[in-house]
């Protein structure tokens, strides 16, 4: 089992920066591909960013590439999502995913283990 919880989120300016913060807990992760997605009210869940915590690859979503970046400290089992030059639609609820075994990284549905969500708002 993996706990995941999420911190950082609150209310910024347009333009404005915020770092969330996601601290697992529970199984060793360093197998496991760590996701970023976001729900906006009325809206399905979409794919933000994702890596796996040995390393490699980065994904970002195309809304989010050279404004977003995903990193972690293996000292604090934590993965980070550094978000820069907020827009109004980057508000929604973010959520912090990890599953040991995933096909498609941007798909919601390949992840087994979910954070309870932080609320990002960003004011015009």
Excluded at 18 to 31: E, M, Q
Excluded at 55 to 83: C, E, H, P, W
């Amino acid at each position: 089992q993996v706990r995941l919880v999420e911190s950082g989120g609150g209310l910024v300016q347009a333009g404005g920066s915020l770092r969330l913060s996601c601290a697992a807990s529970g199984r060793t992760i360093s197998s496991y591909v760590m996701g970023w997605f976001r729900q906006a009210p009325g809206k399905e869940r979409d794919f933000v960013a994702a890596m796996r915590w040995s390393g490699g690859t980065k994904y970002y979503a195309d809304s989010v590439k050279g404004r977003f970046t995903i990193s972690r400290d293996d000292a604090k089992n934590t993965v980070y999502l550094q978000m820069n030059s907020l827009k109004a639609e980057d508000t929604a609820v973010y959520y912090c995913a990890a599953d040991d075994s995933i096909v498609g990284v941007r798909f919601p549905t390949g992840y087994g283990y979910w954070g309870q969500g932080t609320q990002v708002t960003v004011s015009s």
